[in-house]
């Protein structure tokens, strides 16, 4: 069966546009969305440091299948009050299919200097933006979500203007654990 492909253009702000191809029949996973786009959708979400409080519970009785591991290189940052995000992060794996259901997302990301006063993180799927609160943790907050989508990093820090020096990113890496 040959999917359907149809395009869209997607608002990145500033007067930019994104084409975007939305694959019907399951060909691809699902693109993350932009933190922007989730913060439209969800009027009442704070974007703020600790708007979304992370459970870092395993649980008991918790049966993991199969996992999966990407990363994406972390974006430089030029700008305060800019969302800058990361390249797509596909799910890869042979036992990951799109009936699969997430149950745990570690996190890892880095910059070359210690990022400044105000900066806060993301992490973003086709459904939700999930704010970090450091570096490197896991998290259930995506449980049930497809484990066949992709995921992708944002970053902002707080204020407007340039940032002298930009911040330069290094690593940014997702492992989920599906069911």
């Not at 707080?158 to 690593?171: C, D, E, K, M, V």
Request: net charge positive; aromatic share 10%; with cysteine.
């Amino acid at each position: 069966m040959k999917a359907k492909r149809t395009n869209t253009l997607q608002w990145l702000g500033f007067g930019i546009w994104l084409a975007a191809s939305i694959v019907a029949a399951q060909e691809r996973p699902a693109a993350a969305i932009t933190l922007d786009t989730y913060l439209q959708r969800n009027p009442g979400v704070s974007g703020g440091q600790g708007a979304v409080r992370l459970d870092s519970n395993t649980g008991a009785g918790s049966q993991i299948t199969g996992s999966w591991s990407g990363s994406a290189a972390a974006p430089a940052m030029f700008q305060r009050g800019v969302a800058y995000q990361t390249a797509q992060i596909v799910p890869v794996g042979s036992g990951v299919t799109p009936v699969s259901r997430t149950h745990r997302v570690s996190w890892q990301y880095s910059f070359l200097s210690a990022p400044p006063a105000g900066a806060r993180a993301y992490l973003c799927n086709y459904a939700r933006c999930v704010a970090l609160d450091g570096a490197s943790g896991s998290t259930t907050a995506f449980a049930g979500d497809s484990g066949w989508s992709n995921f992708a990093f944002a970053f902002v820090i707080a204020g407007r203007g340039a940032l002298t020096p930009a911040l330069q990113g290094s690593g940014s890496q997702v492992i989920v654990n599906y069911q």
